[in-house]
């Protein structure tokens, strides 16, 4: 499901995706045989590895992903005559690998973790802000938030253990659950294959606040209504952090570990040894409202839900950039509209921001549509929105006339969680100022500072409130 997700983000771009799968992939994710994409089998009698890509892939794949714990640097090795770049996906940092990116999703992963097992130049994109989450979780998640800060207790619960029903734990699950009255409503998700079915089936016949759900679920709708989610510790735990779900967790396969202990650790759930110990913990949670709250709170800052972006960006950048060496950092720019006024405003007032801004002080939500909306209105400025698969930062350009000739005031702001990622140098660079180009930047500043130098302005004025300044053909271009 994660590589279907990322399918679509390249197909967004143009691409052409499709997928080569061992057998019974499509009986226990219908999705993808539903998704539109070519679907391939490999399996058949006397088919070799080799064979199956060659068979798949004619010609060279400007890229071939490889999402499977069985598979690792001896398989890559084989297929590398096939692929013109090679992306893993991993979130175990248990084997070798042989490629140009490696993608490990996982909370509080160290890319120290993967030192031995790449080559290099590979290329790291570790933790939650390249979780692979379709788009409608993204979309429903300033909603799903808001809507558990009430600190009021739960009536609505959702069982899903993903594609796995193992030991019919599910069930073990929702009967004590159904049987304790607590819940006005329980949604439970299950495969149609799953051992869990026939009893859940006869519970909901018997029960009408018990209501079943198969493959062709709304998840992400039924995440967001519910009030607590019992679920396993696999890759699913991405999509409930992303809604701010709180979450008895099972850890249900040893590749789970890892998982299991970092959302637990951090407070976005709570980890249970057994069915009948998640049970437990689910109807004591439900009294405890500001608890659910907190906990609502922590795992929507784990995960925003625009992973799938930022690594579509991501390699698109490296692609252009060139086969091992560091990927050229890339964003492209639209206006902003009235549209950004809430991102730009809660961009504006984030604590770090303000430190390092010229003006200092809060901004009123009022006093900012003022403002925003001037901005869009004046001819002589430009206020951009830089984007890499997601918006990243801005921009502004404030033009007026010296004399006869045109000066530029440069202005970038980088958004909260895209600090630290070279976005700043980007933005600057990419930006298109006329004439004599100036930018303010506070002494304490360093991090501007180095914006401003890499970006070939050059410091005029050393006071409290540094100028620098260069011609607009000094602006620098150079990754």
Not at 43 to 60: L, S, W, Y
Not at 137 to 155: D, E, H, I, M
Not at 289 to 303: G, K
Not at 381 to 392: E, H, Q, T, Y
Request: proline share 4%.
């Amino acid at each position: 499901m994660r590589c279907l997700t990322l399918a679509h983000q390249f197909a967004k771009q143009g691409a052409a995706c499709s997928f080569l799968v061992e057998q019974g992939t499509l009986e226990a994710a219908p999705a993808l045989g539903r998704s539109g994409f070519d679907v391939h089998l490999f399996g058949k009698t006397g088919e070799t590895f080799d064979g199956a890509f060659g068979r798949v892939i004619p010609d060279r794949a400007d890229l071939v992903i490889f999402d499977h714990y069985g598979l690792g640097r001896e398989e890559e090795l084989r297929v590398a005559p096939f692929a013109r770049h090679i992306l893993v996906i991993d979130d175990l940092a248990n084997r070798p690998h042989y490629c140009d990116v490696l993608l490990d999703p996982t909370v509080g992963r160290d890319p120290s973790d993967y030192a031995t097992l790449v080559d290099p130049d590979c290329q790291l994109l570790i933790g939650g802000d390249y979780a692979l989450l379709r788009p409608e979780f993204s979309a429903l998640a300033l909603r799903a938030v808001a809507r558990r800060s009430g600190g009021v207790g739960a009536r609505r619960l959702l069982v899903s253990m993903g594609l796995t029903d193992l030991g019919g734990v599910t069930a073990a699950v929702v009967v004590p659950l159904a049987a304790a009255g607590r819940f006005d409503r329980i949604d439970v998700i299950l495969t149609a294959t799953s051992s869990s079915r026939r009893e859940v089936e006869r519970l909901a016949e018997a029960d009408e606040r018990l209501q079943l759900h198969l493959e062709n679920a709304d998840v992400a709708q039924l995440m967001t209504d519910a009030d607590i989610a019992i679920g396993a510790a696999g890759t699913t735990s991405w999509e409930r952090c992303c809604l701010g779900l709180p979450t008895i967790m099972l850890q249900l396969a040893d590749n789970q570990a890892k998982v299991a202990k970092e959302l637990a650790g951090r407070g976005a759930a709570l980890l249970a040894e057994n069915a009948e110990e998640a049970a437990h913990l689910t109807l004591r949670l439900a009294d405890e409202p500001v608890r659910l709250t907190n906990m609502s709170e922590r795992a929507a800052r784990l995960i925003d839900g625009h992973g799938a972006a930022r690594v579509a960006g991501h390699v698109s950048a490296w692609f252009r950039g060139g086969k091992g060496g560091k990927p050229r950092m890339c964003v492209r720019f639209r206006p902003a509209t009235m549209d950004d006024a809430e991102m730009l405003f809660v961009w504006r007032n984030d604590p770090e921001t303000r430190m390092q801004s010229i003006d200092g002080e809060e901004v009123g939500w009022e006093d900012h549509l003022r403002w925003l909306s001037a901005k869009l209105a004046d001819p002589d400025c430009d206020l951009l929105i830089a984007v890499r698969g997601v918006p990243v930062g801005t921009v502004r350009i404030d033009r007026r006339l010296e004399g006869l000739k045109i000066a530029s005031t440069l202005s970038w702001t980088v958004a909260p969680d895209a600090r630290g990622r070279g976005y700043g140098k980007a933005i600057v660079r990419g930006a298109k100022p006329d004439g004599l180009v100036r930018a303010f930047v506070k002494r304490e500043n360093l991090a501007s500072q180095a914006i401003a130098r890499a970006a070939g302005l050059r410091l005029v004025d050393d006071a409290p409130l540094q100028i620098w300044e260069t011609q607009v053909a000094s602006i620098s271009s150079d990754p």
